[in-house]
């Protein structure tokens, strides 16, 4: 396939090295004639395992070249590959100048082709980037986006320093657009690497990379705050982390990453609490242990304005615990919830098949009686009971008779969903997720 790659900085050199080795017939471009003279004499643009090589080759063997012409490069190429950088401007956000220039060299350059066109962006953008792209060409070109040309979201993930053998060897290979065709275009780019082709959504593509870089610095920090604590106390911090990541059964897994409702029950917020106290009484700044506990009370507040803001009075709680399956209220957030509305002079009703008062004892049976000492009056065991008059329905926890209580439920109520259990494409009342 004839591809052009837009931009000879790092990932476009990787680019232009790896896919020219894949047999693609490959043109770089850049506004620099010094990279351009770099590519074209066999050199890579940058200092990187295994790419002078790859780039000597396939130059020798005629699948590689550069030039500083976009226009020549687009009119020679089937598909074009953005790659050119978006630095931070001075508020934080992406500059998306160089972007939006190839995009208008890409308009005004297949105004004159006649056959199918692919533009994919590989370059981390803002959100919105792709549908803007499209306007941008559809404006220069006077073609039609998804009839003569598409705008694929294809972000990257390589690492400096394994770049090469990350392209060759991905986590996965991303696509996105609302073109069909240009889905299976990129599907024959990435074609002889042996890695699963994700198609998803374009607003997903373009968060992607924000996402994974993000924890990977969240993971840094996290993992450098609980070391500077292990060396106030005498602990070897890389032993106590090799242990923690032994676990990938929870630590090291899909396990917590589901956005929905915030965490409770007797562990987590003890334990948190727990550490954070550590690193006080050793006068450590843990910006982020300290910041865990308020990020979780914030989305708490988050639920509850959803619920306010639905203006109604009468709210019933499907499931109380803190987590499914059991009777655990301590720390409950959607018992929280519950309380605060309560002050508010809302109408509460719970419903939770895990709950029996008559059955609670120790600690548990304090701080339900402590939180909400007329629980005997909102507590409802009989479903139809529950559903009597309801206005709102908090789904907090998934049991078997979840999907009972939706077929009973009437077709007016609201249905706030906190776990992601329910299908928003349901006609049983009007939906909305907390995260989505």
Known sequence: MKISIHGLGYVGCVGVGCLSELGHDMVGVDVDPIKVAL?????????????????????????????????????????????????????????????????REVGKTIKDKNTFYTVAIRS????????????????????????????????????????????????????????????EVMREVYGKINAEILITDVGSAELIKFVNNSYHGLKVVFANEIGRICKALGVDSRILMDLFVKDKILNISSYYFK???????????KDLKALNSIGHD?????????????????????ALNLI??????????????????????RFSPALELAERLLGKGYEIKIYDKNVNLSLLIGKNKDFIFNKLPHINEILIEDLDQFLDSLEVIVVVNKDDNLDEMLKRSLNNTEIIDLISVIDEKSNLGKYEGICW
């Open 39 to 103: 590519i074209n004499g066999g050199k890579a643009t940058i200092v990187e395992k295994h790419i002078d090589e790859l780039i000597k080759k396939n130059v020798d063997k005629g699948l590689l070249r550069a030039t500083t012409s976009s226009s020549e490069a687009i009119m020679n190429s089937e598909v074009a590959i953005i790659c050119v950088g978006t630095p931070n401007d001075q508020n934080g956000h992406l500059d998306m100048t160089h972007i939006y220039a190839v995009a």
């Open 124 to 183: 981390t953008v803002m959100p919105g980037t792709n549908k803007k792209l499209a306007e941008i060409i559809t404006n220069e070109s006077g073609k039609k986006n998804e009839i003569d040309f598409a705008v694929v979201s294809n972000p990257e993930f390589l690492r400096e320093g394994s770049a090469v053998s990350d392209f060759f060897n991905p986590p996965y290979t991303v696509i996105a657009s609302d073109s069909k065709k240009g889905i």
């Open 259 to 269: 956005p929905g409702f915030g965490y409770g029950g007797s562990c987590l917020p």
């Open 282 to 302: 050793e006068y450590l700044k843990l910006p982020v242990l300290s910041a865990i506990e308020t990020s979780n009370q914030i989305h708490l507040e988050h």
């Open 308 to 329: 306010i803001n639905k203006r109604k009075r009468k709210i019933g709680f499907y499931g109380i615990s803190f987590k499914a399956g059991t009777d655990d209220l």
